[in-house]
């Protein structure tokens, strides 16, 4: 190949496997393939700016995706939390994740009725929310709203939510007691010389 060619293979974002992810990616797929209950197990999986947090949400979406035989189907909606952590926002990420046509001047009701119905016709099995820490831009009601509206998702839906973000974002989950009860936590640790990383 060209130096042009082998610089732009070396500069692609590929996924390389560890233990660690490999722990992430088995319990991520344990989640979707968890029987609907009215109390459903969800995860927050945190860790510094650039440690792979999303790279593993990429590499289980795309696995999921790729598993999915059924074209009427989105087994999985991914979203970032909006910039600003309001309900309405976060409900037009979802439409669009979607790609749901949804006219921007609708109450938040009605979107919110859409993304529920959506959901569901799309059989929808885990929803992934990236960066969860933007939470901590928003006013104590916008938080207080965004918590209830994630319980909210999963009690009617009956399906796993997955969070992503900053160490911080324990925090944000733990002011909400019911919230903080539904998380698992799994952090990813910085890499340290040894073994592992030498493989």
Request: net charge positive.
């Amino acid at each position: 190949m060209s130096d042009a060619e082998r610089i732009k293979w070396i500069q692609t974002e590929r996924f390389i496997t560890y233990k660690k992810a490999s722990e992430m990616l088995e319990r991520l797929n344990y989640l979707f393939h968890y029987p609907k209950r009215d109390r459903m197990p969800c995860l927050l999986i945190c860790g510094r700016s650039g440690i792979g947090k999303t790279l593993i949400l990429r590499k289980f979406i795309k696995d999921a995706e790729g598993a999915s035989r059924d074209t009427h189907t989105k087994p999985v909606v991914a979203i970032q939390m909006p910039v600003i952590p309001e309900e309405k926002r976060f409900y037009e990420e979802i439409l669009i994740s979607l790609e749901a046509p949804f006219n921007f001047s609708s109450p938040s009701h009605v979107l919110k009725n859409l993304c529920r119905k959506l959901l569901r016709d799309l059989d929808v099995k885990i929803l992934v929310i990236d960066e969860i820490h933007s939470i901590f831009v928003g006013t104590p009601r916008q938080q207080r709203v965004i918590f209830n509206t994630l319980r909210y998702l999963t009690n009617d839906l009956k399906i796993p939510i997955v969070c992503a973000g900053i160490e911080e974002a324990k925090l944000a989950l733990a002011a909400d007691a019911q919230l903080a009860d539904r998380f698992e936590v799994q952090v990813l640790r910085e890499w340290k010389s040894g073994r592992e990383y030498a493989s």
